[in-house]
């Protein structure tokens, strides 16, 4: 097969190779294509260096036609020379004896090689010319472009991979902060896999047994504790679950609203969060015109800082629509931070901000997550700021001063946790994909199914449907059952030569 979405067909399940232990659904067989591939596995533009990478049975036959080594121009015959071995030489192209460039030639034979196939990567200098030029006489001299994320879906099919490991590699490329790549790289290493494992292995556990007792009901077969293999089954996919809204925010990241009324701190509170003076900050109020946004690693999750204009009444026209794009910011942004100005009791415009985010889209499964930034606490003078906490009961508080840095730590650790939600399980989130999520959920649902038909006392033959229902749905995460459509949309997402 190749990876072109419209030769996929839809309905068949994909059978690969898997890793001792691992429970095997139904499906029918599929195998790769026989061709070799090639693709720049570099991003465009001009660097140091720049890859070509060639994959299949052919690789070592290819790149002996367009490669010489050394400066003795001889060709070389890669089969001959060990496995995990750099060449230096020169790339020709077969039909004019030119030269196009001097490389490095990675050989890797298989199978300890990402694809699991034999696999050469030429290390161009890092230019377009060379690079397009290189890969033309690669792809003249036999193999095939690679679609995109061919490389990792013949890694997925070889069996090099799982599932979920292939997604990570999405996870890897796209990381944002070192805490979202160091929770990618982990599920490439097989982190989600392993999580999942105690729910797969009791499923597979009940499901033998239920079947057995079914099929030899006259036999003498070992009793199987089934609520404490659907309550394991339960707990490891509920856990897993759980993490699901943290691990969205370390890949997807979240926007954050600075927002009060003027003269609170808001633009100076921007520049301790980002350890820079990135605003204008002066006693005058209303500096700050028009918002301004700004990245930072907020303790591993990425987020955008939105430091907004002050809202409040005013009749200057620039100002006004300043806050008109305040409050377009606050609607759109994941969380905000109210600042308040500890020296003064609220005023009117502290309340209005305050009941503006404590009712922001009422109807919301989850309200906007809020956390209440109490400024100017290096200042002698203290006012209490009950009104305002009042209309924000739930919210958390955070005593800070933007000139010292105090309380900046805390503030950060406050908005790390609001951003992750509710969840129990914050040492560990879960990058989950949405596509994981709906068929975690789906297995989820079948195990309790399956408890409340247990609470019913219904035959065990019956449970049956649920079981194998959910094993089903966990395998489509790990790739032990997965519809050749669902690889297509997967894969396409990869970019071409990973």
């Keep these: 097969m190749t990876c072109d979405s419209a030769a996929l067909g839809e309905g068949a399940l994909l059978k690969r190779p898997r890793p001792p232990g691992v429970c095997s659904l139904p499906a029918q067989q599929l195998s790769l294509d026989s061709a070799t591939i090639a693709a720049i596995a570099t991003a465009p533009g001009v660097g140091a260096i720049g ?86 006489v690669v792809l003249a001299a036999g193999a095939r472009h690679a679609e995109p994320g061919e490389f990792t879906l013949r890694a997925f099919l070889n069996g090099r991979l799982d599932l979920t490991q292939a997604e990570a590699v999405l996870n890897v490329v796209g990381a944002r902060t070192p805490g979202a790549l160091r929770l990618a790289v982990a599920d490439l290493a097989g ?68 927002v009060g009324r003027p003269n609170v701190g808001k633009s100076s509170l921007l520049n301790a969060l980002l350890r820079t003076d990135r605003a204008i900050v002066t006693p005058i109020a209303g500096t700050t015109r028009d918002v301004v946004a700004e990245a930072v690693d907020l303790r591993g999750i990425p987020a955008t800082l939105l430091d907004t204009a002050g809202i409040a009444e005013t009749a200057d026209e620039v100002e006004r629509l300043g806050v008109e794009r305040s409050r377009r910011a606050l609607v759109a942004a994941g969380a905000a931070i109210l600042v308040l100005d500890s020296s003064v009791p609220p005023t009117e415009d502290d309340l209005a901000v305050a009941r503006t985010l404590a009712e922001r889209d009422p109807d ?72 994981q999520h709906a068929a975690l959920d789906r297995s989820l649902v079948h195990i309790r199914d399956a408890q409340a038909a247990r609470r019913a006392d ?30 297509a949309e997967i894969f396409a997402r990869f970019c071409i030569g990973k």
């Design 51 to 136: 890859v070509v990478r060639i994959s299949g049975d052919d690789a070592a036959a290819i790149a002996g036609r367009v490669f010489r080594r050394g400066s003795t121009g001889r060709a070389i015959d890669l089969r001959r020379v060990p496995s995990h071995r750099l060449l230096y030489g020169r790339v020709i192209d077969p039909t004019s004896g030119a030269a196009i460039d001097d490389v490095l030639l990675g050989w890797m034979a298989a199978p300890r090689t990402y694809t699991g196939e034999d696999t050469v990567e030429l290390s161009c200098h890092g230019g377009p010319v060379p690079l397009q030029e290189t890969l033309r």
């Design 364 to 435: 919301a499964i989850a309200p906007l997550p809020v956390v209440v930034a109490i400024n100017k606490r290096d200042l002698p003078i203290r006012a209490p700021q009950d009104a305002v906490l009042a209309l924000l009961p739930r919210c958390p508080v955070v005593e800070i001063s933007s000139l010292t840095g105090a309380g900046i730590g805390e503030l950060e650790e406050a908005l790390a946790a609001v951003l992750a939600g509710d969840t129990p399980n914050l040492a560990h989130p879960a990058l989950i994909t949405a596509r």
């Design 191 to 258: 982190h989600l896999t392993e999580r999942l494992r105690p729910a797969r292995d009791a499923l597979v556990s009940l499901l033998a047994y239920v079947d057995a007792a079914a099929d030899f009901p006259d036999d003498e077969i070992p009793t199987e504790d089934v609520d404490v293999g659907l309550a394991a089954a339960e707990v490891a996919l509920a856990s897993t679950l759980a993490g699901a809204r943290a691990g969205m925010r370390y890949r997807e990241g979240a926007q954050i609203a600075l």
């Design 458 to 487: 219904f035959p065990l033959d019956l449970l049956a449907i649920d079981l194998r229902a959910s094993l089903h749905a966990l395998g489509e995460v790990t790739g032990e059952a997965v519809d050749e459509a669902v690889l």
